[in-house]
């Protein structure tokens, strides 16, 4: 039974594992800080949504609510997230 437990319990942690702090782009008009537990901001020249993530691999999908929507981003090997090509979403680097 505790086995099962902590096996549940490992899962269940890992499932929002990945990139995690706040990430900006050069000009700092775009921000996103991403939480554990799934949870996330998106700040787009000073507009702030609420958002969830969840990451698996090498990508993170972003789902706000509003007009932002959903947005995928790749995670590179040096920790950076780039949007969709053809997309306004400039590289955003985490901040230290």
């Known amino acids: 039974m505790f086995i099962i437990a902590g096996t549940f319990v490992l899962l269940v942690s890992g499932c929002n594992s990945g990139p995690k702090g706040t990430y900006t782009d050069a000009n700092g008009a775009v921000i996103l800080e991403i939480r554990s537990g799934g949870s996330a901001n998106f700040t787009f020249m000073g507009d702030v949504q609420d958002c969830t993530y969840e990451s698996s691999g090498k990508q993170l999908t972003l789902s706000c609510k509003g007009e932002a929507g959903k947005t995928v981003f790749n995670i590179h ?11 306004f979403m400039p590289p955003l680097r985490k901040q230290k």
């Open 77 to 87: 090997d040096d920790g950076s997230l780039t949007g969709p090509p053809g997309s």
